[in-house]
Each structure stands twice: as C-alpha cells, then as structure tokens.
C-alpha cells in the first residue's frame, strides 16, 4: 500500500489557507486511522489531523498513476470543492500530493454514504419522511451548484453523505463540469453514441465560441441531474436503485456493468404492497423523470414542491436513520466481505465518497416511469407500442443513452486525443470479469431479443387483424413489414451496444492480465 | 414598495457604469464610511457583477442576446472597468469573486464590430497580467486570478507578454507550491503559454533557450515530485513534437545532459513516466545527425536499454507505440561507436 502511518517531526509549515482553518499541507501531520472506501483508484480514509487537536478528517487518497496526464479531471475537482460553499456540498479542507496520490483532506462524515446505510440498515428503504428531508437538503445543494454553473452529473444515494449530527452533504465531483470552465475538454454528455451535444468536439476550435453556443447545451446537463435526482429518490424509497425487477435478460446490460445488485427484492415490496408512498412523493419523482428534460423542473422549482413542504430537521435523521447504525468501517469492512461472495455486485461503489471509477454507460432506449407502482422500468425497443395504457409516463431521454456513470478518475471520452492517452482505457477498467460469464449472458441475450420480436410480430399482426376492415391485408402487411424493419433496426443497434460493451471488456480483461 | 412600480429595466451599459461606480467607492475604501453603508455597497456591487454575469451567460430561462453582450462588452473597455475589478477582487466576497472571474473570462471573447476588444485593452494595460501572475503567490487569490489570466492568454499579444517577462521564471515554482489546486492551476496555465500559440512559443524558445530548458530540466524533469515529473515530460514530449518547434528540438536532442535526464526518466518505476519519457527519447535515437558523445552514451548503454524496451509495453495496444518503439530499437542496435576525425 502506498502510505502508512506516519508520526513525528510535523512542521506546521505550509498550510492552506483556503479554509476557514488552516490544515496543514504535509502528510507527516495526519494519522491514517481506518479504510472506509475503496475504489478502483482512489482509497478513502479516516484519519486523524495531529496539529488540529487531533480532529477526524476523511482523506481521499486518489492514485495519480491512473490519472491521465494532464490531470484536468483531478484540477476541476479539486477547484470546484475548494471554492464551493453550501452547507450541504462536501468541501476540501485541502489536497497535496504525497509521492503518486493525492490527499484530498475533507470533513469527516461519520455517518458514511446514504447507499452503505441502507444496504446496512434499511433493505426497504428509507421511510418518506426521512427520504423527504434528505431529498430537500440535496435539492438545496444542486439549486447553489446549478446556480454556479456546475454540474454534478453523479447524483446517487452513494455520494450522498451523512453526519453524526444529521447533517447531509453531496460529495464527489470528481465527473463535475463547469459550464464556465473555458477548456471544455469534457462532452456534457458523455456519450460517444448520443448525438446530443458534445462538448469535446468544440475543445480544439477557435477559442472564440459564443457563450451562446455553450450555454445552449447547459439546460440539457442540468436537467440531467435532476433526472439522477429522481433516480435517487427511487433508491432511496426502495432500497435498491430501479431495474432489479427486471427479468434477467433485460437487466443483463446493466448487470454487465456492475452497478445494480440484483436480488427480488423489488418484486417482494411490489407484491406485498408493503409500500405506500404519498401522491406528493410520487408526483415530484415523476417530474424529475419526465422524458423531455425541458419539462423537468429546475432544482430551484422543484424546492417548492408540496413534498418538501412539511420536512424535518436533522435531528429527525438522527434519530431515525443514524441511531443503532453500525460504525462507517464497520460497514465497509462488511461490506467487502460481501462483495467477495458475491461476484454480481457492484464493485467499489460501497465507498465512502468516492465512487466507482468505472467509464461505463448503459444503453436502454427510455424508460417508463410507473406511477402507480413508483417504480422505473427500462423500455427497450420492441415494448414500445405495448406500454402506452399501462404506463404512467413514457420516458426516452436523448438517443439511447440514459445514465451516464464516471468515476472520480474522469477519463474524457473521444476528447482531443493526444500520443499520451494510452492510460486513459486503463485508468477506466473495472474489477475482474469472468469472460464466460459474460459471454453466456449475452448469447442469452440474444436469444431473448429473437423471441421478443416474434412476440411483438404476433402483437402486430392481432392488432392488424382487428383493423382489417379499414384497410387492405396489403396495406397492414407493409405496415406491418415496416413496424418489424423499424424493430430490427433497434435491435441491431442494440445488438452493436452489447458488443462495443463486450469489446470494452475485452479490452479490460487483457489490460488486467 | 418599490416592487409595486417595477423600476425600468437597466440597461447593459447601465450595469457596466454602476458596477463601476461601486468598485471605485471600494478601491478608495474611505475610512469615513460606517459600516453599514459599506456593507450596503458591497451588497449592491455583488448583485452587480451577478447581473452582469446573467447577461454575459444567460440563464435557466433564457440565452445571452448578442446585441447586450456587445453594449456590456462596449462600455467595461470604455473606461478602466477591468483594472479596477481586478484590483478590488480581494475584498469582494467568494461568492461574488466567483462571478467576477466568470465576467472577465467572458469578456475575452466578446466581439464588438468583429473586434476583440479585450485584446485591445489587455495591450494598452499589459501591466494587469503582472498583477494576475502574482496572484498564484496568494493562496485565496490564485484560482480566480489564475482563472482569468488563462482567458487573457487566449490573446497572442498578451501571451507573449507573458512568456517573455520575468514571471515565467517564477512558474516553475509556481508549480511546485504544496497546495494542489494552486500548483495544478498554475500547471495548466504554464502548459497553455508553451502550447497555444505555436509561432509565439517556437520564437520564445529559441530565444530564451539556454536558461529555459536549463531551468525546466533541474527544476521540473530531476524534480523530487512525483506529479511534477510527470506534467513536465509529457509537456516536453508535446513541445518537441510539434512541428512549429522543430530548430528547438534540433537542438535539445544534441545535448548530452538532456538525453542522461531523459534515460534516468525511462528507468522509472511509474509507467506512466516511462511512456512519456520514451516518447522523448525516441527523438534523440532517430535524429540522423547525432552527435558521437551522444552515440557514445548510447553504445554504452546499448544492451540496458534493449532489454529495457524487450518488455517495455504500453498498457492498451498501441501500434504506433510499437512502431516507435522497433525503430529506436534498430537504430540503438545499428549503431557503431565513430570516432571524429
């Protein structure tokens, strides 16, 4: 490991000054206590600050072997939690480079992230009330970060951190961008398959650019956090984030990438209706995702909603959420254990505050949110013509892309390349990955895809059969004809997704060898 | 009450001239005033600047208009807006130096009759990057000064300005200071002066080349710093590479200290390092005209160094790498120990 604990000759030389107190600049000052997170490549720590009358900081130690070499990523955020300031936005005391890491130093909370509470303490989810007042303080956070110009574009239960006193902060801007960062080096949309904006494809044009011309792009990335926001609320009602419900063929893409676990959970509360959730609750998370983020509402607007009328305070969290919950290291060390036995699970995502590092994106056509079950469910192409009674809402969001997940270590997609990138692929890989696994899943995958045109073939052709005297059987054959080429189409592509992810792997796999 | 009659909106130029009004009250600091009253004013100028940073920007609800931009734009370089903003940004809060930094970065590009007014100021005022520059010695000012001395950097004129006054002496330590949101940015802002404007850099290099590269090797390649080395070669490696810098390589693959620094840098235990070092020592294996002490050394070192690159990969498949790397191997290989005459 790279550092140990050091003692001794601290000089109280230089500190930083960009804190209300000044923490000292020198590892030999601090005293590593506990590990609470890991991922792929940064370490987060409990620690002690020696000169500070020993108070307890976090340290996120963050590899900068695995940092491309100009290391804007690492600059933005260490920039953007030094000069952010919200009570509910996780700031930097400090960061310096102690030989290959870098140290951020930063409160610590010792609460840990809502995702390690709930897998620890609440399987369910959170009760409304708490979920509401959680909700509330982050709204709160992205309204000033927005405001600011920044976008988080990580929102999830595990960057959510709590105090021992229930306060509750968003950490993690390692994938944060500025709309006012004049080398835009970063696509706002990270997606290399999205048409939507990229950002990068501007970085090496003159610098002149209207504003105009970034600022167009910006609503679209705000409206992208609020769309995680609503995510969130759903991981936090359920105690899983959506999905899991799904059968395994069509959760298999995200499987692939390691973020859901997967258990029936999801099914069992379906069942049992042990949930209810006020309308309140479920009309703001379908705000959030609705499928044109220009009517989502803005973080701002979204305060105002009935559902964070009647909030509590943080003692509420305390007393519901904190008391009884066992110590942050406890959980971490608990919950490696777990992911040892369970090789589906996420991998380094239990952290503490930082997230997992994977470059991963996946690749649903939209999603439905249901309403009435309060749920999320990914559309994939061949559900389309089916859902419309049933669902609530139909939701696609920009192309095929949905969710766009990035680690702290923020490898920029296609940005600019340069003869130095080489590492960029490394620096995104994920834990191991079984390559027969994998491949059986997917020959499954396909299979599934092939019975679920015929089943949409056949829907086609009964639905015809009803509007036969309208129209001649020619007439419903083209159309029919052109539903499945239409089909086909989307599977193909589908098709061409799963195997640029099976590729990527691949890549993985050999870098890891 | 005075929401009753909304006041007519402020024009752009309107902002610009009460902004600067303020910032003139608060250059002055007058001692006379109470508190309150000061506290009153601070308040209005941080609106201000807010104000001037939504039309510049634009807002949730609605885009920048062009023709205001130009009217701001117009008016901040009338008079001398920009210095007094500049000066006063240490007694301003965070919050509204935030927005300050995000004006003066905008206003860079503003084009008023297709001119880059800026550009025209920053020439007349040149002394303000003196002030900019500084500011990375002052750890609550260095982000935002940094900020925006990167912007005025995207000015040619300006640039060379700075690359040819004494401050880039001080970058190299700038670099190195022990607080990493300073260092870095100070990092980017040094690689922005080396990189954007080729002929600009290609001219200052030769100039300036004995102390320049002097400096960058003790300072930045033999540096003790772990992410020093690293920024410093792979800037190396890009400067080199590029064609506008070409007399500046030349010459940089002729010397002896420079190949010794570069070959203790590809015996490093970070590969990162290694990569980028390589990418530089290819340079002196492939230039036809090497001088013998440079041969010797090679010679020399021959079979370390093909060992070295027998199982020297990069971590994803890199053909071009490979490419490199079976040409420097032939050349180090052919190579004959020569004797001039």
């Given at each position: 490991m790279a550092m140990e604990e050091r003692e001794g000759e601290c000089q109280r030389k230089p500190v930083s000054s960009s804190t209300d107190q000044y923490y000292p600049l020198d590892a030999n000052c601090y005293k590593i206590v506990d590990e609470i997170g890991r991922g792929v490549s940064a370490i987060v720590y409990k620690a002690i600050c020696i000169p500070m009358d020993s108070s307890v900081?976090?340290?996120?130690?963050?590899?900068?072997?695995?940092?491309?070499?100009?290391?804007?990523?690492?600059?933005?955020?260490?920039?953007?939690?030094?000069?952010?300031?919200?009570?509910?936005?996780?700031?930097?005391?400090?960061?310096?480079?102690?030989?290959?890491?870098?140290?951020?130093?930063?409160?610590?909370?010792?609460?840990g992230s809502l995702q390690s509470i709930i897998a620890s303490s609440f399987p369910d989810g959170l009760p409304e009330p708490c979920i509401a007042t959680v909700l509330k303080e982050i709204l709160s956070a992205l309204s000033y970060l927005h405001g600011q110009g920044h976008l988080h574009r990580d929102i999830k239960a595990g960057n959510i951190l709590v105090d021992s006193n229930g306060s509750v902060k968003l950490a993690d801007f390692g994938v944060s961008a500025s709309i006012y960062e004049s080398n835009l080096t970063y696509g706002l949309g990270r997606s290399s398959s999205s048409s939507s904006l990229r950002l990068t494809d501007f970085t090496g044009t003159p610098y002149w650019m209207a504003p105009e011309v970034i600022h167009s792009h910006t609503g679209y990335g705000f409206k992208a956090d609020i769309w995680s926001f609503g995510i969130t609320a759903l991981e936090l009602a359920h105690g899983r984030p959506p999905l899991s419900d799904l059968p395994p063929s069509k959760s298999l893409i995200m499987k692939i990438t390691k973020r859901f676990r997967f258990s029936d959970h999801y099914e069992k509360t379906k069942d049992s209706k042990k949930k209810r959730f006020s309308k309140s609750f479920k009309d703001m998370v379908g705000l959030c995702l609705d499928q044109d983020p220009s009517k989502r509402p803005s973080a701002e607007k979204l305060l105002k909603h009935p559902f964070f009328k009647n909030c509590k305070g943080p003692d509420f969290l305390v007393k519901n959420v904190l008391q009884g919950l066992p110590a942050v290291e406890q959980r971490f060390k608990g919950a490696k254990i777990h992911s040892k036995n369970d090789e589906d699970d996420e991998d380094g995502d239990d952290d503490y505050s930082s997230s997992g590092e994977n470059v991963k994106q996946r690749r649903i056509s939209g999603w439905n949110f249901n309403e009435e079950g309060f749920e999320l469910d990914p559309v994939f192409p061949s559900d389309q013509q089916e859902t419309d009674d049933n669902m609530g809402k139909q939701v696609t969001f920009g192309g095929e892309i949905v969710i766009q997940e990035k680690g702290s270590d923020g490898s920029p997609q296609g940005s600019n390349s340069s003869p130095g990138q080489h590492e960029t692929q490394a620096a995104s890989t994920g834990g191991g990955i079984d390559m027969g696994v994998v491949l059986g899943s997917l020959l499954f995958l396909r299979r599934s895809l092939d019975d679920q045109r015929q089943q949409v073939a056949q829907m086609i052709a009964s639905i015809g059969g009803e509007d036969s005297l309208e129209t001649s059987r020619e007439d419903q054959l083209m159309?029919?004809?052109?539903?499945?080429?239409?089909?086909?189409?989307?599977?193909?592509?589908?098709?061409?997704?799963?195997?640029m992810e099976l590729e990527f792997l691949k890549l993985q796999l050999s870098n890891e060898c | 009450?005075?929401?009753?009659?909304?006041?007519?909106?402020?024009?752009?130029?309107?902002?610009?001239?009460?902004?600067?009004?303020?910032?003139?009250?608060?250059?002055?600091?007058?001692?006379?005033?109470?508190?309150?009253?000061?506290?009153?004013?601070?308040?209005?100028?941080?609106?201000?600047i807010r104000d001037l940073k939504q039309v510049l920007y634009g807002d949730s609800e609605s885009e920048p208009v062009a023709e205001a931009c130009a009217q701001l734009t117009q008016e901040f370089f009338r008079e001398n807006t920009l210095r007094l903003l500049i000066v006063c940004l240490p007694k301003l809060n965070l919050e509204t130096r935030k927005d300050a930094t995000q004006v003066v970065a905008n206003?860079?590009?503003?084009?008023?009759?297709?001119?880059?007014?800026?550009?025209?100021?920053?020439?007349?005022?040149?002394?303000?990057?003196?002030?900019?520059?500084?500011?990375?010695?002052?750890t609550d000012l260095a982000l935002h000064y940094g900020a925006m001395l990167r912007e005025c950097i995207r000015h040619q004129s300006v640039a060379r300005y700075v690359l040819e006054s004494e401050h880039m002496k001080k970058f190299f330590d700038y670099i190195q200071l022990p607080n990493f949101d300073i260092a870095s940015d100070a990092a980017a802002t040094f690689k922005?002066?080396?990189?954007?404007?080729?002929?600009?850099?290609?001219?200052?290099?030769?100039?300036?080349?004995?102390?320049?590269?002097?400096?960058?090797?003790?300072?930045?390649?033999?540096?003790?710093?772990?992410?020093?080395?690293?920024?410093?070669?792979?800037?190396?490696?890009?400067?080199?590479?590029?064609?506008?810098?070409?007399?500046?390589?030349?010459?940089?693959?002729?010397?002896?200290?420079?190949?010794?620094?570069?070959?203790?840098?590809l015996r490093e235990s970070s590969k990162s390092i290694q990569i980028e070092a390589f990418h530089v020592f290819k340079l002196f294996a492939a230039n036809q005209h090497k001088p013998p002490d440079i041969v010797g050394i090679l010679v020399t070192n021959r079979s370390k160094l093909l060992r070295l690159f027998a199982d020297f990969k990069t971590d994803k498949e890199d053909e071009q790498f490979e490419a490199d790397k079976a040409q420097v191997v032939k050349e180090i290989a052919a190579l004959e120990p020569k004797e001039r005459p």
């Open positions: 900081v976090a340290i996120k130690a963050i590899d900068l072997e695995k940092s491309r070499a100009d290391f804007d990523s690492v600059r933005r955020e260490a920039k953007t939690m030094t000069l952010l300031r919200h009570p509910n936005i996780l700031r930097a005391h400090c960061s310096f480079t102690v030989d290959r890491r870098l140290w951020v130093v930063m409160p610590f909370m010792s609460g159309q029919a004809i052109e539903k499945l080429r239409t089909e086909v189409e989307s599977e193909r592509k589908k098709r061409a997704a799963v195997e | 009450m005075k929401a009753l009659f909304k006041s007519k909106p402020k024009t752009p130029a309107d902002l610009v001239r009460q902004t600067r009004d303020l910032l003139i009250f608060v250059d002055r600091g007058g001692p006379d005033t109470k508190e309150s009253k000061r506290d009153e004013k601070m308040a209005e100028l941080s609106k201000l206003l860079q590009r503003q084009q008023v009759q297709s001119r880059l007014i800026a550009c025209d100021y920053l020439e007349k005022n040149i002394d303000l990057m003196d002030i900019l520059v500084a500011g990375y010695e002052n922005e002066l080396l990189t954007r404007h080729k002929s600009t850099v290609a001219e200052f290099l030769s100039k300036n080349y004995d102390w320049f590269f002097a400096e960058y090797n003790s300072k930045l390649l033999e540096s003790t710093n772990y992410i020093t080395r690293r920024q410093a070669v792979k800037l190396l490696g890009d400067i080199l590479l590029d064609r506008s810098n070409s007399a500046v390589m030349t010459r940089y693959v002729c010397s002896r200290d420079n190949l010794r620094i570069l070959m203790n840098l």
